[in-house]
């Protein structure tokens, strides 16, 4: 009997290139079908290596577009972010007055990355300093997200947020940008803070560390970087493809536990780690890791010279 013979099957004449940005628009158009989609192409070797970055970044984006009108409300709602969040707000409070002497002119310019509709990071780092502050505190706030949908909307609500009370006089001139995390284009030194809540879940593990080495080569040396994710150990997300696992909600999240975090920052080599915390909620999970930038970094040069050795 006649069989097809898989082995010398003819390929469709098409570059890896293409392929990828045929998946991307089949993902962007049902993030769901990204599980799938990962179980056929990561049989190409040749493709692995693009694959990561772009399926990711397109089921993230296509993901916060479609979510961002219930976002902020659904944000507020989850528990173990509500709580992560306020976690990442103390350990920042705790360093705040050491950050603030070490400021030129003491005036803290914040960056929050990956900010999602209304920045519920920032403004629950504002709520507590501004209620556990003793004097004054000068702030400058610029956030970033790659979602234009979110960036859209925050603006918005940045524009119309004096009356908030407490913390209006901040939020009524912070700006937010359209920015990938993993490339922010800032000069390196740029911020006294940057912050970063529930971002790292939905980028693959080579992107979680570019966005990690963006959040420190952007902080000035003694500044600090805090970020707070979300890490799930119920065993509900099975490992699919090579450390990252499929998720009923994004179309794709990638979880590491503490330790890993904490590894990741150690792999830099630019901070030390002065907090790492991990909480579970009835809802969910999260882990909180802050880090201060060596007071006398090395440049950038060095940096990756160092590596390299
Ligand atoms: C779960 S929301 C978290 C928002 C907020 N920080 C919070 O704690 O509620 C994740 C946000 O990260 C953004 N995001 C994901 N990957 C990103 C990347 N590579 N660069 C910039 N923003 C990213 C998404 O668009 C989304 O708005």
């Known amino acids: 009997m006649l069989a097809p013979n898989r082995g010398s099957a003819e390929r469709p004449n098409i570059s890896p290139e293409r392929l990828l940005s045929l998946a991307a628009e089949v993902v962007n158009a049902s993030p769901r079908a990204i599980g799938d989609l990962l179980e056929v192409l990561r049989r190409e070797p040749a493709i692995l290596g693009l694959l990561d970055h772009r399926l990711f970044e397109a089921s993230s984006r296509s993901h916060f577009h479609s979510t961002a009108e219930s976002y902020a409300q659904r944000a507020a709602d989850a528990s173990y972010m509500g709580e992560g969040n306020r976690q990442l707000a103390r350990a920042v409070r705790a360093s705040m ?17 990956g900010a999602g509709v209304g920045a519920p990071t920032t403004v629950t780092l504002l709520r507590e300093l501004a209620s556990h502050s003793e004097g004054p505190l000068d702030l400058e706030i610029c956030a970033v997200d790659h979602c234009r949908e979110v960036v859209e909307r925050t603006q918005a609500l940045f524009d119309t947020s004096a009356d908030e009370p407490e913390i209006g006089q901040w939020l009524a001139s912070a700006r937010c940008h359209m920015v990938d995390g993993s490339a922010m284009g800032f000069e390196a030194g740029s911020f006294d803070l940057v912050v970063c809540g529930f971002v790292l879940h939905h980028c693959n593990l080579l992107d979680k560390r570019d966005i990690v080495g963006e959040m420190l080569r952007v902080t000035r040396p003694g500044g600090l970087v805090a970020l707070v994710d979300e890490f799930q150990d119920s065993g509900l997300h099975s490992h699919r493809y090579s ?26 080599a ?40």
């Open 97 to 113: 007055a050491e950050l603030v002497r070490s400021a030129p002119g003491g005036r803290i310019r914040i960056l929050d990355v």
């Open 243 to 268: 450390g990252m696992s499929s998720c009923d909600t994004a179309g794709l999240e990638c979880f590491v536990d503490l330790g890993g975090m904490v590894s990741i920052f150690e792999s830099l």
């Open 270 to 309: 630019r901070s030390t780690v002065i907090q790492a915390r991990d909480g579970h909620e009835a809802d969910g999970a999260w882990i909180m890791v802050a880090a201060r930038r060596h007071p006398h970094a090395p440049t950038e040069t060095s940096q990756a010279q160092s590596e390299s050795d």
